[in-house]
């Protein structure tokens, strides 16, 4: 059974930094695309960054370009976002999605809430 | 990487159909036919329901069908339930090779 874990979310100030990860198992993680989505409270979904399989290709949505840093540690079957110079507009859910194909996310976390706050 | 435009919301009555637009540019939706569709229930991660534009995931109910003209893309529902009642979101593959999502449909089943 394919499982998405994610954790490290949590209440942050802004301009402070935070690391997500999300801990796959079920399938061979170095075989798939991987990708980070959000959602504001309220809000709809909103894609990320996502990371090639051995890492060599990474996207971002514009807004997080030059702040988040999405890597895999294939070894260890994890995802992550490093988060830096966090915004009030981050907050949100974070959910990571195995991407098997372009724009198809077929197996998602249940998610894990960062609140950027002062 | 703007977002993609679908109606803020649509309805519909058990055993009826419904459609659900996703309109974007020749930049996305229109240059590739990597179309998605994702249902959520309130409180819960999306799910998967159409991918490459018609292809539905095992498990998913052949009551669900996409379809693609020009710029904008179709999910249909057909046999309206219940359960069908939820967000949906679209999404579409880019030409710089990100991923860009609708605003999400919210439907009701009345």
């Known amino acids: 059974e394919v499982q998405l874990v994610e954790s490290g979310g949590g209440l942050v100030q802004p301009g402070g930094s935070l690391r997500l990860s999300c801990a796959a198992s079920g399938f061979t993680f170095r075989s798939h695309f991987m990708s980070w989505v959000r959602q504001a409270p309220g809000k709809g979904l909103e894609w990320v960054a996502n990371i090639r399989q051995d890492g060599s290709e990474k996207n971002y949505v514009d807004s997080v370009k030059g702040r988040f840093t999405i890597s895999r540690d294939n070894a260890e079957n994890s995802l992550y976002l490093q988060m830096n110079s966090l915004r009030a507009e981050d907050t949100a859910v974070y959910y990571c999605?195995?991407?098997?194909?372009?724009?198809?996310?077929?197996?998602w976390g249940q998610g894990t809430l960062v609140t950027v706050s002062s | 990487q703007s977002a993609l435009t679908q109606p803020a919301s649509v309805s519909g009555s058990p055993g009826q159909s419904i459609t659900i637009s996703c309109t974007g540019t020749s930049s996305d939706v229109g240059g590739y036919n990597y179309v998605s569709w994702y249902q959520q229930h309130p409180g819960k991660a999306p799910k998967l329901m159409i991918y490459?534009?018609?292809n539905r995931p095992s498990g998913v109910s052949n009551r669900f069908s996409g379809s693609k003209s020009g710029n904008t893309a179709s999910l249909t529902i057909s046999g309206l339930q219940a359960e069908d009642e939820a967000d949906y979101y679209c999404s579409s593959h880019t030409n710089i090779n990100t991923q860009v999502f609708g605003g999400g449909t919210k439907l009701t089943v009345l």
């Open positions: 490459e534009v018609t």
């Open positions: 999605a195995r991407a098997p194909a372009r724009a198809r996310l077929d197996y």
